[in-house]
């Protein structure tokens, strides 16, 4: 009997750092974007290139599995030699992989994630076979079976899973963690709200629940809670909205809760968010409340960045407890709870 089963991408990850690329910050009256530049027509040398698996979903399933959790997961991969990387890979974090979908027809999916100086990233993806699931690839008796399902970012051929997995869920009792992507953010808020009704637990970054909800990031901390009062509205349980460098917000309807983002030297921040929701969401199935899960959730995402490779960092449930219980009262560990409402 497995404790989660994760449902989503899984690709090879291809890491190159080149320190040498420039960061280009362009703004205007509605937002400010920094762009990761290369010289045209240039040759660029880089520091390093690093093999690892990837995909939203298998990173958080190979967080999951880290803390302890029985996990299975879902993904569909080539018949080739990068799949055969990837689900050995899996296998050896723990990840029960019997359940992959292996094709000919399409090669395993490819990221290539290009580092700058400051630790952030651009990715070219190559969505593959990673975006061809389908609903006769799906074990629906072992889902049925599981007491928490995860659904991560799906796109292209796959994007259908999505409501129908969350819908799925909904019917069988099954407790549902959702991390949406950019396809289901065009989607639209009218359209994702059936999902949303039967959300336990929902990962999203700030960006994404401002898209999401259509709140204009104006006001400051009242924006923050009308996007969250939105969500629980909608029928999510607890909402972690993720923003990087500032930290995380968490509400479950009743308190919202903020924790500053755990300070750790960034070799790469890949990953980081995946750790965030593997180390809250063990959490919070293991009985711990929001505040508990947001500090085990950045103290891995902290580890992670420290390192190439979304689940070379990773924790175990027992080095996250260790290293929360040496975090001193009002340290970076500290979590800031306010009623809703409050400023």
Known sequence: MFDIAVVGTATEDVFVKASEAKLIEVADADRETTYLALEYGAKVSVESLFLSVGGGSTNTAAGLARMGLRTAAVAKIGEDEEGDRVQTRLQALGIDTSRFVRTAEHCTGLSVILTGFTGDRTILTYRGASSQLSEADLPWDLLQEVPWLFVGSMSGPSAPLFMQLADFAGAHGIKLALNPGGHQLKVGWEKLRPALEHCTVLFVNKQEAYKLTGVEPRRGTADEEEMMRRLHVAGCGTVFVTAGSEGVEA??????????????????????GDAFAAGALATLIRGGDIPQAMRIGALNAGSVIQRYGATEGLLTWEMANRQDQECEVGGPCAVRKTEMGEG
């Open 251 to 272: 509400s479950d309807g009743q308190e919202r809760h903020s924790i500053p983002a755990y300070k750790a030297p960034a070799v790469s921040t890949v990953g980081a």
